[in-house]
């Protein structure tokens, strides 16, 4: 892995609501799902994007915490 990848940004998810999903998808030529994370109420998770994950779905209530600000999903 990269010292890139290592030392790249990350970004804070927290819950709002049980039952949060947190959903990375793949890099590369396909485009698919390859975890699904679930967060209960007040739970929070820090993530990257790594060589493995390019992209990542967010459902249900959460605020997102990410170097282009603050997101709040809505219901
Ligand atoms: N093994 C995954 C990876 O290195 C772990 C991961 C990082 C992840 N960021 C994520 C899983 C975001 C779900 C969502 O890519």
Redesign the pocket.
């Known amino acids: 892995?990269s010292d890139a990848?290592v030392l790249g940004e990350y970004f804070i998810i927290r819950a709002l609501e049980n039952g949060v999903q947190?959903?990375?998808?793949t890099?590369g030529s396909e485009t698919k799902f390859?975890?699904?994370?679930k967060l209960d109420r007040g739970e929070v998770?820090i993530?990257?994007?790594?060589?493995?994950?390019s992209a990542?779905k967010i459902r249900g209530k959460a605020v997102l915490y990410t170097k282009h600000g603050i997101i709040n999903t809505m219901e």
Do not use: D, L, S
Request: charged letters at 15%.
């Open positions: 892995m990848t947190v959903i990375g998808m890099r390859h975890h699904t994370e998770m993530a990257q994007f790594t060589e493995h994950t990542m």
